[in-house]
C-alpha cells in the first residue's frame, strides 16, 4: 500500500482522470451536430443520425476492447494503461478537431474506443490502493467526478465554440495531454508484480458478461426492466442536441447550457435526493417514482413548444436517473453475497447492450418523423417511444412489488 502523500496524489489523478474524460465527452455534444452538418453538407435531421452512428461506434468498441484493456492492466499494471488510454483520448480530440470529412469522425471514434476502458481501470486502481472499508466511498468520488464533468463540459463547450466550432476539441485535446504529463510525474504503479497475473485471451472475452444472464433466470423481468430503463434513459442525450436544434434553433451554447443544467439536476438528485428517498419508501417504491418521472418529462418534451416549458422539463428527465440505482439496488437485494459480482457484471453488459441500441435507433426515428410532412410536428416521437419503454419497465417493477 502506499503512503498517506502518495496516496492522496494518486487518488487526486483518478478522480482528474475520470473529470477530463466526463468534460471531453460533455464538450463535444453541443458542436457535434454542427460539425457533422458541415462536413456532410446534410441536414440536421440527416446528422442526427450520422451522429448516432458514431455515438454507437464509440460504444461497441468499448464493449468490445474492455475487457481487453481490463486484462493488459492484470500483466503490465494500471499506470500504462491508464496513461496510454489518456494520450489516445488526446490522440482522438485532435483528430477530430482537424477532421476533414465525416470518416476522419468516425475513425477518431472508433480508436477512442479501442482505449476507452478508463473508468473500469480506473476504478481497479483505487481499489488496489485503497482499504476495503473505505472503498465505496471512493468509488463515489469517482462517480462524482464524471456527474461534475458533464455539467462543466456542456457549459465549457457552449462558451468557447463562440470562438470556432472546432475550439472545443482542441480544448479537450489539452485537458488529456496535461493530465498525461501530470500523471507520469505523481502517478505510481498500484498493481505489484507479485499480485500480477499472465495474460490470457480467454479473459478478454467481451461477450463472458451476458453468460452471467443465464444463471439469473429467476431476475429475467427485473433484468428487462433495467435494460427498457437504459434505452429510455439515454433517449435524451443521444437526440437532444440534434431535437433542439431542429425544433427550436438552438446552436451549441443554448444546447452546451441546457445540459448543465441536466447535469447539474442529475448529480443533485443522485447525490442528496435518491439515498433520502431510498431511506423513506425503499428501493422498489423510489424505481417507481423514477420511472413516472421518466415516463412524464419524455411525453413533455414530445409536444412541448415554449422553450421555458422545455427548461421546466429537464428537472424531472433528470431526476429519472436516480431510478437506476434504485432497480440496481433492488436487484442485488434478491442475491446473496456470492453472486453480486455475476450480477454486476450483468447489469454492465446491459448497460452496454442498451449504449450500442439507443443512438442507432432513437436518433434515426427522430430524422425519420422530423421530415415527415403532418399538421403537427413528430420529431419528439422518440421522446414517445422512450416513455412507453419507462412504462412498461414501471409495470414490470408494479408486478414484482406484488
Not at 454486476?344 to 436518433?363: D, Y
Request: glycine fraction near 12%; proline fraction near 6%; charged fraction near 10%.
Amino acid at each position: 500500500m502506499q503512503g498517506p502523500t502518495k496516496n492522496r496524489q494518486s487518488v487526486a489523478f483518478i478522480f482528474l482522470t475520470i473529470l477530463i474524460d466526463s468534460i471531453g465527452i460533455g464538450l463535444l455534444i453541443p458542436v457535434i451536430p454542427e460539425l457533422i452538418q458541415q462536413l456532410g453538407g446534410v441536414s440536421i435531421t440527416d446528422a442526427a443520425v450520422w451522429g448516432g452512428a458514431i455515438t454507437a461506434l464509440f460504444a461497441t468498441m468499448q464493449f468490445l476492447c474492455a475487457p481487453l484493456l481490463g486484462n493488459l492492466s492484470d500483466h503490465f499494471g494500471r499506470r500504462p494503461v491508464l496513461l496510454a488510454s489518456l494520450m489516445a483520448f488526446g490522440i482522438n480530440y485532435i483528430l477530430m478537431g482537424f477532421a476533414p470529412s465525416l470518416l476522419w469522425l468516425f475513425v477518431a471514434q472508433a480508436f477512442a474506443g479501442i482505449f476507452g476502458a478508463t473508468p473500469s481501470v480506473a476504478a481497479a486502481y483505487i481499489a488496489d490502493v485503497t482499504p476495503p472499508a473505505e472503498r465505496a466511498k471512493r468509488f463515489g468520488i469517482l462517480g462524482a467526478a464524471f456527474g461534475l464533468g458533464f455539467i462543466i463540459g456542456p457549459v465549457l463547450s457552449g462558451l468557447v465554440s463562440e470562438w470556432g466550432l472546432r475550439v472545443p476539441f482542441f480544448v479537450a485535446a489539452g485537458l488529456s495531454f496535461l493530465n498525461v504529463c501530470y500523471g507520469y510525474w505523481v502517478l505510481p504503479e498500484s498493481l505489484q508484480h507479485e499480485h500480477r497475473r499472465s495474460f490470457q485471451w480467454s479473459r478478454a472475452n467481451p461477450w463472458g458478461a451476458f453468460v452471467h444472464i443465464r444463471q439469473f433466470s429467476g431476475l429475467a423481468p427485473l433484468l428487462l426492466a433495467m435494460l427498457l430503463l437504459q434505452l429510455a434513459l439515454q433517449t435524451v442525450p443521444v437526440t437532444w442536441p440534434y431535437f433542439t436544434g431542429f425544433r427550436f434553433d438552438w446552436g451549441p451554447r443554448e444546447v452546451g447550457m441546457s445540459l448543465g443544467l441536466y447535469g447539474l439536476v442529475g448529480v443533485i438528485t443522485q447525490g442528496f435526493l435518491m439515498g433520502r428517498l431510498v431511506h423513506r419508501f425503499g428501493d422498489d417504491k423510489t424505481a417507481c417514482i423514477g420511472l413516472c418521472l421518466i415516463a412524464f418529462s419524455l411525453l413533455g418534451l414530445a409536444i412541448v413548444t415554449d422553450i421555458g416549458l422545455l427548461l421546466m422539463l429537464i428537472i424531472p428527465s433528470a431526476m429519472g436517473f436516480m431510478t437506476n440505482g434504485a432497480i440496481n439496488g433492488y436487484l442485488s437485494r434478491q442475491l446473496p453475497a456470492n453472486e453480486q459480482g455475476g450480477l454486476q457484471g450483468t447489469v454492465t453488459a446491459i448497460n452496454s447492450l442498451a449504449s450500442m441500441v439507443t443512438p442507432l435507433l432513437m436518433p434515426w426515428l427522430f430524422s425519420f418523423f422530423a421530415t415527415v410532412a403532418t399538421p403537427v410536428s413528430l420529431s419528439g416521437v422518440p421522446y414517445v417511444l422512450g416513455a412507453g419503454l419507462a412504462l412498461c419497465s414501471l409495470v414490470l417493477v408494479i408486478r414484482l412489488k406484488k
